[in-house]
């Protein structure tokens, strides 16, 4: 195996969920928003305002090409799964799993939060177009599309980890 990549929506649940997992399969844990953050000493809010979307994005994808080559679980950001080379990368590393959230779920999420751009300056009706033509590209990345709706956090995890006990010898 390679690396495991939780893809989907804001407020899906890929980093609540990537920890718990990287507690249980004792595979190490990377929130790929963070280790951008790192990389340029600025917050995503920062970014996003100095140097734009665009080169958030181009960021991305760097981070996909060059992030060391080890076993892990990398949360993705939202909008990752987008780009059909980011899409690629994925699947060519690693099992890409895509946490799939009804959208009123996510609504309750992210909707006070005030570090996600896109939030920001979206409204819940925009907010939610963008969640319904991002579908088709989530499930275009995805090996595995997981339903969150009604589950716990624990009960998802366990869920992912027996998926990856099953794969580790595959890919
Ligand atoms: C984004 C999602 C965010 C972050 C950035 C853009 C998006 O990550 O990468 O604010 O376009 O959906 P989360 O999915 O972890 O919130």
Redesign the pocket.
Known sequence: MKKVYLI?????G??AIGKRLSFSTRLPFY???TE?EKRLGMT??EI?EKHG?AY?REK?TEFLRTFRNENCII??????A?RRENRELMRSSGLVFYLNAPFRDIWRR?ST?R?????QRSTRIELEQ?YNE?LPHYLKAAHFKVETENRTLRQVTEYLAFQIGRLKGDI
């Open positions: 989907g929506y804001m407020g899906s890929k980093s929130d790929m928003d951008i995503i809010p996003f979307e958030f991305e949360a993705t950001g939202g909008g990752v987008m992210i939060d570090n996600r751009p896109i939030v963008l991002r």
